[in-house]
């Protein structure tokens, strides 16, 4: 077979008229074939060339007459000296890191282990595994870039209007009754008529997707008839996970590619999750897939002192190096294809602390932030971290670039143990409320840099979070020690399932409740989805292995979720009919000389401005939060001033009571607007003054009725 020099760039298999490029780095490699497979079901390779040219650390060759779909891996020679860090095993075939879909999906065995097991438990020995692994390796598959995306537009939804639902490829569609039984749990599934139509009655403006790259299975989950469910466990960056394709792997990419059109089509944009902090290989002890068998030492932070060892910041084995500047052209190359190549609006970064280690410590100085801002594609999308890994120093809510947003963990934690009634939360809460100043106040961030969320996949859902005191996690086999012990929650009376009706009511008040501070805080919020549906994993707060029944979605509503439902689409139009509630500028209290009112003014249940005393009382779990419409002074996208009602949002986390009203902005009284618990009913009339009855756990949101017929909604610009 005929193989031409080639170029050393692009990365990994570029397929043009003549045939194809393959361009593999490798800094400490001797020798690198090219194995060609016919067909995904091949035990060994149809042919097998040697990549004979090199420049610099890139091995590279032209092999003519070869198409899209060509099926390929890698044989990488070098030294096998784990205490240099090196473990080049060529009986290993190995997945091109820059594959952009998969030909074969891992099929485990044992002989993906690069080093010999036996041996090493016999004598401690860490020794070359000789099989030969070609019939069971994963395999990478040329592709071009041929898709038709029409007319598709972007919708480029500016932040302070977004609302991410976050959401599972698979399981959001596995037991919709209205997808195509062979559509569901695929991206084609996801993206269906009866799918959209349902985010778009519920008002969300973003989906996120966990992770949807090509991940690798744990040969313990695969042991225990379990799998990688959430799929953060990366096998290949650039390429789509073909379990989710509904024709087959190598079909993935343009059917993730159609999803994100019908999502754009319908006005909805899409979010990744990726997992540029370690790979699925694992610590050493895990299988030789890709990275480890190509270059271990170049791609893997090793440990100074025995680089044999990982460091491993993230818990799952080890850390990718993003301080080798392969490593780090590797994820831009891949945020690069999935932003243009695949369409993809923005990204959400999994343990993203870990990305700014280029040595040890956590440095947001470092050159991966550097060259996202300098890069002219994604610079231009919507970056979101994960502030925190399992590292030292890890946790850096509040210090990331400006260009970023954060998950506020912070916020989470304050509302949750607000709502669950633990002492002098109510101070915290409104520093959430009002979007985090503290956290996000410098460098000229805006309160969207906040990503406000109550519940994410990992942890408990909505309605779990008010049915469980604690953890069930017996179903993942790992005797219940896995999942957070921190989860804020309360039970209502009885743990788990009941048919008590009082505890019943009291979580489904409390369950508003939560759902409505998101959405009326200042920042960005973010949905769980399913939450909306009253999905429950039946306590399990790490549901990571469970691809079954306890994380897809169940879309049979009894009457209480159903309430629930139309309860949450109320909440969300609320939010985004009135721009007091995703403002660009942070709220801080300050009075507003047109208008003579306060941005916010913080009321006492007595109807009086809370003091600071007020805020330290042990009985404070009741306060209002005033939002004036008349001091909104921000401009739309074309420089027109928005206006918008006042509203008064109380909250009454503990007890029961009465709530004082005070005078309206607009002098007429309040006209309650939504409300988590009855009484008051929606549509019920107060004058200032008036004592509003509240319901422990009750949030109750009054508009001053003298808006009442005016332009509030959206908060209309000026003519």
Request: proline share 7%.
């Amino acid at each position: 077979m005929k193989v031409w020099p080639g170029r050393p760039h692009p990365l990994g298999a570029t397929v043009e008229v003549e045939g194809i490029n393959f361009a593999l780095y490798s800094e400490h490699a001797t020798a690198v074939e090219l194995c060609l497979f016919d067909t995904a079901y091949d035990p060994a390779p149809a042919r097998t060339v040697e990549l004979s040219d090199r420049t610099g650390p890139v091995f590279h060759g032209f092999v003519p007459g070869l198409r899209a779909g060509q099926r390929y891996g890698y044989r990488v020679h070098g030294p096998y000296e784990p205490a240099r860090g090196h473990r080049f095993n060529p009986a290993k075939i190995v997945l091109d890191p820059y594959a952009r879909a998969i030909g074969r999906p891992l099929a485990w065995h044992g002989s993906l282990l690069g080093f010999d097991p036996e041996t090493l438990r016999r004598s401690g020995e860490d020794r070359a595994d000789g099989r030969d692994d070609a019939a069971v390796a994963p395999l990478a598959a040329a592709v071009d870039d041929d898709f038709d995306w029409a007319d598709e537009r972007r919708p480029r939804v500016p932040f302070e209007d977004t609302v991410i639902y976050e959401t599972h490829v698979r399981g959001m569609t596995m037991r919709h009754p209205a997808v195509e039984e062979e559509l569901r749990g695929t991206y084609l599934g996801l993206a269906s008529e009866p799918v959209i139509a349902h985010l778009l009655s519920l008002g969300v403006t973003t989906v996120q997707l966990l992770p949807v790259n090509a991940i690798a299975e744990e040969q313990r989950l695969v042991r225990l008839g379990l799998g990688n469910y959430w799929g953060y466990h990366p096998l290949a960056y650039l390429a789509p996970e073909p379990r989710y394709a509904a024709r087959g792997p190598v079909h993935a990419v343009d059917e993730f590619k159609g999803m994100v059109k019908r999502f754009h089509a319908a006005g909805l944009e899409v979010i990744v999750d990726v997992v540029y902090n370690h790979t699925g290989e694992g610590n050493h002890l895990g299988p030789t897939l890709s990275f480890r068998g190509i270059d271990n030492r170049s791609y893997y932070k090793l440990n100074p002192g025995r680089p044999e060892r990982y460091i491993d910041y993230t818990g799952t084995g080890n850390t990718l190096d993003p301080g080798n500047p392969y490593v780090l052209q590797l994820i831009m190359d891949s945020l690069r294809s999935w932003a243009q190549t695949m369409h993809v609006d923005g990204f959400r970064f999994d343990l993203a602390s870990a990305l700014a280690r280029e040595l040890y410590d956590v440095d947001m100085l470092s050159a991966f932030f550097k060259v996202i801002q300098q890069d002219p594609v994604l610079s231009g999308v919507k970056l979101i971290a994960e502030p925190w890994d399992v590292g030292p120093g890890g946790y850096q809510v509040g210090n990331f670039p400006w260009q970023w947003c954060e998950w506020n963990g912070r916020f989470r934690d304050g509302v949750r143990g607000y709502w669950r009634g633990d002492p002098g939360r109510a101070g915290e809460l409104a520093t959430r409320l009002s979007g985090s100043s503290d956290l996000y106040g410098r460098r000229q961030r805006r309160p969207y840099a906040s990503i406000n969320f109550i519940t994410a996949h990992d942890g408990f859902t909505l309605k779990d979070l008010v049915s469980y005191s604690r953890k069930h996690n017996g179903a993942n086999g790992e005797g219940g020690t896995d999942g957070s012990d921190h989860n804020l929650s309360s039970n209502g009376g009885v743990e788990g399932t009941t048919d008590d009706p009082e505890v019943l009511a009291r979580r489904d008040v409390r369950r508003r409740s939560l759902l409505a501070t998101l959405l009326l805080s200042q920042g960005v919020p973010m949905l769980l989805g399913g939450d909306e549906l009253g999905r429950s994993q039946g306590g399990n707060n790490n549901a990571y292995c469970q691809d079954n029944d306890i994380s897809w979605f169940d879309w049979q509503l009894d009457e209480r979720d159903e309430a629930f439902l139309a309860f949450t689409r109320e909440a969300l139009a609320l939010r985004r009919e009135h721009a007091v509630f995703r403002r660009r500028t942070f709220l801080d209290g300050g009075l507003d000389p047109a208008s003579g009112c306060k941005d916010v003014t913080w009321i006492h249940p007595g109807g009086r401005e809370m003091q600071a005393r007020d805020w330290q009382a042990a009985d404070g779990g009741a306060f209002g939060m005033l939002l004036c419409g008349a001091a909104l002074h921000e401009r739309d996208a074309r420089g027109r001033r928005r206006r918008d009602a006042s509203f008064l949002v109380l909250f009454h986390g503990r007890g029961d009571g009465c709530f004082g009203l005070p005078a309206a902005p607009e002098g007429d009284g309040w006209i309650t607007v939504l409300a988590s618990a009855e009484p008051p009913a929606p549509g019920a009339r107060f004058q200032a003054g008036a004592s509003v009855p509240l319901i422990p756990d009750g949030l109750t949101v009054l508009r001053a009725a003298a808006a009442e017929d005016a332009a509030t909604s959206a908060g209309s610009p000026e003519p």
